[in-house]
């Protein structure tokens, strides 16, 4: 039997990337959310649709770690280690590539208007979007170190 790889799915470590890109994304959505003028700024609602989409794959895949950890039973039959490695190359790549240019955009759109001036953002406003880009960009930062992880796993199979 092979010895787990770190990060892997079914791992503790899996399980903290998958709530660390939990927490972000939703922290991300938050935080541009609670202003209602983002659907001003194109770049605005794209965050927020990808992140409405990274959440909830996020945190499936936290349940099937948390779910392999309680039972203490790795997933190691090769059709449930392909779904998740498949699905994770596929949706979360994607996701993770999305979620990386709607946090540039964010982040270069909030930049743009905090050198403007005054009339388009307003000091409390701009920080709120820099805090939401920052937090998009941590959540694609551990998207995509839980996808490598992952595709570690594929050898075994």
Known sequence: MMEPVPGASGTSASLALRLGQTIFSSASL?????????????SFSYLVTVMA???????SLALIDAYSMFIKCLPRQPQVLLIVI?????????????????????????????????????????????????MAFLSWFLSFASTLFNLWLLPSL
């Open 30 to 42: 938050l935080f541009m959310c609670l202003d209602v003028e983002f659907y001003n700024y194109t």
């Open 53 to 59: 989409l990274v959440t909830p794959w996020s945190v």
């Open 86 to 134: 498949v699905g994770d190359w596929v949706y979360s790549k994607a996701l993770s590539f999305l979620s990386l240019a709607a946090a540039c955009s964010t982040a270069s759109v909030t930049s743009l208007l905090v050198n403007v001036g005054t009339p388009y953002c307003w000091s409390k406003l701009c920080s709120r979007y820099q805090f939401s880009a920052a």
